[in-house]
């Protein structure tokens, strides 16, 4: 059965850190793996979304990768912000199933 | 922001009534789903629809049931509701394994 994990379940920084989120799972049989940020109360927000074929994908701050082989995805943050306070959260679907499988979150603060 | 809301946004009931959450898109995707979150135990699947009339259980089915007769709309009822039900209930669409947008969250309590 697939597991998602991701740790720690919560992280905080001073204001200008680069940081790294971490996501592992069981089976490297996925098809894609994405991440969302969620705000206090919110829907979530989806971040980035990486193919089983890719090795990493940018937006902005924002940096993915995934490694299959070894069952991980890292969130590269750069240069944080108090406004990137959130809980993170990656999802893997693998292939033959339209359902997507969640980690509990890492809850991020970052300090001004 | 992708086109979905969910109905009522919050609501609070008592054991054993009927419940029925909705959740309404304007994208025209094929794909919807019901989530759970709880803490603990991040989002779980409830249901999820790939077309009208065609739905399939995620992994805590157990006590909920879905509709889905329209493309734009898919329902989730509780027949019974019990205070394990107590949650708060997100609703999301998706293209085929592609990027999935997320409804704002319906907050149930069950007394």
């Known amino acids: 059965k697939q597991e998602v994990t991701q740790i720690p379940a919560a992280l905080s920084v001073p204001e200008g850190e680069n940081l790294v989120l971490n996501c592992s799972f069981t089976?490297?049989?996925?098809?894609?793996l994405q991440w969302f940020r969620q705000d206090p109360g919110k829907g979530l927000t989806s971040l980035l979304l990486?193919?089983?074929?890719?090795r990493e994908q940018t937006s902005g701050r924002l940096n993915a990768s995934l490694d299959k082989s070894s069952g991980r995805s890292t969130l590269y943050i750069a240069a944080s912000q108090p406004g990137d306070s959130a809980t993170y959260l990656c999802?893997?679907?693998?292939?033959?199933?339209?359902?997507?499988?969640f980690g509990t979150g890492t809850r991020l603060k970052v300090l001004a | 922001d992708a086109g979905i809301t969910q109905s009522p946004r919050h609501k609070v009931t008592e054991t054993g009534t009927p419940v029925t959450l909705r959740c309404h898109q304007t994208?025209?995707?094929?794909?919807m789903y019901w989530y759970r979150q709880d803490p603990g135990h991040g989002l779980r699947l409830i249901h999820y629809?790939?077309?009208?009339?065609?739905?399939d259980k995620g992994e805590v089915s157990d006590g909920y049931s879905v509709s889905r007769s329209k493309t734009e709309d898919f329902l989730l009822t509780l027949e019974s509701a019990t205070s394990s039900q107590t949650s708060v209930y997100f609703c999301?669409?998706?293209?085929?394994?592609?990027?999935?947008?997320f409804g704002p969250g319906t907050r149930l309590t069950v007394l």
């Open positions: 999802a893997i679907t693998t292939s033959g199933t339209y359902k997507y499988i």
């Open positions: 994208e025209n995707h094929r794909y």
């Open positions: 999301a669409i998706s293209e085929g394994r592609d990027t999935q947008y």
């Open positions: 089976d490297s049989a996925i098809y894609n």
């Open positions: 990486i193919q089983s074929s890719q």
């Open positions: 629809s790939y077309g009208v009339k065609d739905t």
